[in-house]
């Protein structure tokens, strides 16, 4: 079973810079695809980013692209999101997930995805 931990939230003012992290507990993280997703109060879940296995692929909301990056250290087991110029609007829970394939565009949706955390709240003041 995998289990993942995402860390890092918190409040922030607007402008300001977050690095969440999310950890994966077994071994097999490089087998698997990652992706970040968030769900804004009374808003359904969206996607944020996504990263394969070795790293060498990015994907990217295109509104939130510029301001956030995802990255991942397989030695680590580990995926991050480090997310600059925060505004208001980027107030949400933020999940990771992890997905053993990525096919088409799959992992633009939370379909595509076989495990998730317990998310991580980030606020962000005006």
């Known amino acids: 079973q995998v289990h993942l931990v995402e860390s890092g939230g918190g409040l922030v003012q607007a402008g300001g810079s977050l690095r969440l992290s999310c950890a994966m507990s077994?071994?097999?993280?490089?087998?698997?695809?990652m992706g970040w997703f968030r769900q804004p109060p009374g808003k359904e879940r969206e996607f944020v980013a996504a990263i394969s296995r070795t790293g060498e692929s990015t994907y990217y909301s295109d509104s939130l692209k510029g301001r956030f990056t995802i990255s991942r250290d397989n030695a680590k087991n580990t995926v991050y999101l480090s997310m600059d110029s925060l505004k208001p609007e980027d107030t949400a829970i933020y999940y990771c997930a992890a997905a053993i394939m990525f096919t088409g565009r799959i992992m633009y949706e939370s379909r595509g995805y076989d495990y998730w955390g317990q998310g991580t709240q980030v606020t962000v003041s005006s």
């Open positions: 077994e071994g097999t993280f490089y087998r698997h695809n």
